[in-house]
T-cell receptor, first 118, second 116 residues
Framework: DAGVIQSPRHEVTEMGQEVTLRCKPI?????LFWYRQTMMRGLELLIY????????DSGMPEDRFSAKMPNASFSTLKIQPSEPRDSAVYFC????????????????FGPGTRLTVL | AQTVTQSQPEMSVQEAETVTLSCTYD???????LFWYKQPPSRQMILVIR??????QNATENRFSVNFQKAAKSFSLKISDSQLGDAAMYFC?????????????FGKGTTLSVSS
């Protein structure tokens, strides 16, 4: 089990550029979450999917942010155009449904992507 | 809406000693889950311990144990025989048991330092 995979691990870009963060959840997990971590706001949920369908995107800060999950093994979080205040660590996490593998209710986190917008 | 509060931004402990990290939460739900996550400098989020609200018995995982007080909405983490590797930021988190409330709600975190 490779765990949740995120890429890139670090991203430095200039204001106004498009940024795409990628996530591969653990195989068989049907929930996928995107969180953002900043010093000021801590860890906050941006959006989550269940069976590839977005369920709650109320945490997405504004229209510059979009997330997709075209299939069960891949998700993207896109920021266009990026701004310096988007600098943060972005985590992807996945979770199995009830009764999955005897480890229900546990979210597994990826290593995070540290985004710096200059 | 549910909230999670960690009132200790920083804590310190000496090796081999015991330390307790505090967490309180607010909810009107009766069924939920509580978690403690550890985030070392590598920034990887690691699950330390989990508690189901319907269970009265406090969860334990080796040197880690919780004091779950449902009526007081308190969920503290005790680390016994502290080790240098325990130094990290610790997050308390809440998750509703209802299907639509499946995301984690985190506290602001407590930075734990361990000295030799």
């Amino acid at each position: 089990d490779a765990g949740v995979i995120q890429s890139p691990r670090h991203e430095v870009t200039e204001m106004g550029q498009e940024v795409t963060l990628r996530c591969k959840p653990i195989s068989g997990h049907d929930y996928l979450f995107w969180y953002r971590q900043t010093m000021m706001r801590g860890l906050e949920l941006l959006i989550y999917f269940n069976n590839n369908v977005p369920i709650d995107d109320s945490g997405m800060p504004e229209d510059r942010f979009s997330a997709k999950m075209p299939n069960a093994s891949f998700s993207t979080l896109k920021i266009q155009p990026s701004e310096p205040r988007d600098s943060a660590v972005y985590f992807c996490a996945s979770r199995g449904g009830t009764g999955f593998n005897g480890r229900r209710n546990e979210q597994f986190f990826g290593p995070g992507t540290r985004l710096t917008v200059l | 809406a549910q909230t999670v509060t960690q009132s200790q931004p920083e804590m310190s402990v000496q090796e081999a000693e015991t330390v307790t990290l505090s967490c309180t939460y607010d909810t009107s739900e009766s069924d939920y889950y509580l978690f403690w996550y550890k985030q070392p400098p590598s920034r990887q989020m690691i699950l330390v311990i989990r508690q189901e609200a319907y269970k009265q018995q406090n969860a334990t995982e080796n040197r880690f144990s919780v004091n779950f007080q449902k009526a007081a909405k308190s969920f503290s983490l005790k680390i016994s025989d502290s080790q240098l590797g325990d130094a990290a930021m610790y997050f308390c988190a809440y998750r509703s048991a209802i299907p639509s409330g499946t995301a984690l709600i985190f506290g602001k975190g407590t930075t734990l330092s361990v000295s030799s």
